[in-house]
């Protein structure tokens, strides 16, 4: 077979997760699943080492059919279109515990969808007048962090299952998705952007409609949503360049009772799933990160509501395994990463239905002398992680 080396230049950031073992992705016409290329063939380094230069990543391949067609891809790809179909598939067979709406139309006139999943009774019941728990679970803000749409199609999936805790968590609450805020930066391939520039978890807290719809509808249609329902929880989905595993970033606050609350969903989550890292997330109130969703809807859900960033590895989560460090990392496919976001739905069981149908025994309590801090959280004997 034919060998190419590919130089990719110009990477603004200096640090990556390709000098940790990270590869592209590719697929060809007659191997049509995505694989990773492996670590072992790619390089990513200084252009010039004596000088503040821009990085540069290399990779080696092997093409070993002339006549096959061969497709490259920084992370396992999921597109607008492929949206479309899974809504489509799902509307299809779970009809009973799913309504879909286009929220909002994009710059280029795409769909903005949203995704409401219930018990059949409850829908009738809202329309009534009847209030219900809501979780908000947004993904894809960012176009070119593929693993948020992957985890967010693999927290659908099991939301909408048959499993005895997923049916008791549709009878108690109403779950409200946006797989896709993005949808232009999608269809056109930029990594941060809308088709206007902007980088849309920056402007949550001045957005217009004419520069950023799917932002304006989406906090406007949640802001109507607190006059009919309790909102208690806002998730949005990201893809990480730099660190491994998944973890949370959360808003910090000065009250103790509300920070307690707040660390309920990372600690949760450590249980439900060896690819979260508790130890890597944090809560902070850094001015810088004012427009993002998780500070502009936590200021609109008040101290009744929680609101987060889920991030997750472009690359891979660490477990403690036979490595000398005492870790190995483990490479995310489409399948965990579909199981991660499965795991989450666990996590959000454990933090709310309890809550909610009036079982309050379950609920984590901390000791007075705690302080919520990530460390602090691993010197206790409340939780342990030795993945990072």
């Not at 005895?164 to 896709?180: N, Q, Y």
């Not at 802001?223 to 009919?228: A, H, I, N, S």
């Not at 009772?257 to 850094?286: A, G, H």
């Not at 965990?336 to 309590?365: F, I, M």
């Amino acid at each position: 077979g034919q060998h190419v080396v590919f130089n990719v230049l110009n990477f603004s950031k200096t640090k990556s997760l390709f000098s940790s073992g990270m590869s592209p992705v590719v697929r060809s016409k007659k191997r049509p699943c995505w694989t990773r290329i492996g670590g072992d063939n790619v390089f990513f380094y200084r252009r010039n080492p004596t000088k503040k230069s821009t990085t540069q990543m290399s990779f080696a391949f092997v093409f070993d059919d002339p006549s096959d067609v061969y497709e490259f891809a920084y992370c396992f790809p999921y597109t607008y279109t492929h949206l479309q179909e899974r809504i489509a598939r799902w509307k299809q067979k779970y009809r009973c515990n799913l309504q879909h709406e286009v929220l909002s139309k994009t710059l280029i006139g795409l769909n903005c969808d949203l995704l409401t999943i219930t018990a059949p009774k409850n829908f009738g019941k809202i329309e009534r007048g009847e209030r219900f728990p809501t979780i908000f679970i947004s993904a894809r803000i960012h176009p070119g962090e593929t693993p948020a749409s992957h985890v967010c199609d693999g927290l659908i999936s099991r939301l909408l299952g048959h499993e005895k805790m997923v049916v008791e968590m549709r009878k108690v609450m109403v779950f409200k998705i946006l797989p896709m805020l993005n949808p232009d930066g999608v269809y056109h391939g930029t990594y941060r952007c809308n088709t206007k520039g902007f980088d849309l978890n920056r402007c949550w807290d001045k957005c217009n409609y004419g520069r950023q719809p799917t932002i304006f509808a989406i906090k406007n249609y949640l802001t109507q949503e607190l006059k009919y329902n309790d909102v208690c929880c806002f998730v949005d989905l990201h893809g990480h360049s730099t660190s491994l595993s998944s973890f949370i970033y959360g808003n910090e606050y000065v009250d103790r009772t509300r920070m307690e609350q707040q660390w309920q969903l990372p600690f949760r989550f450590s249980e439900c799933s060896d690819m979260f890292s508790i130890s890597s997330s944090k809560f902070n109130s850094d001015s810088a990160k004012a427009g993002t969703g998780r500070r502009t809807i936590g200021s609109i859900l008040g101290v009744k509501g929680h609101s987060y960033t889920l991030e997750t590895s472009f690359y891979g989560f660490t477990t403690a395994e036979n490595d000398n460090d005492g870790r190995v990392v483990v490479p995310f496919t489409k399948d965990t990463y579909n199981s991660l976001g499965g795991d989450l739905v666990e996590a959000l069981y454990k933090c709310y239905v309890p809550r909610y149908s009036g079982d309050v025994g379950d609920e984590l309590h901390f000791p007075r002398t705690f302080s919520f801090s990530s460390s602090t959280l691993l010197q206790s004997n409340m939780i342990s992680d030795t993945r990072n």
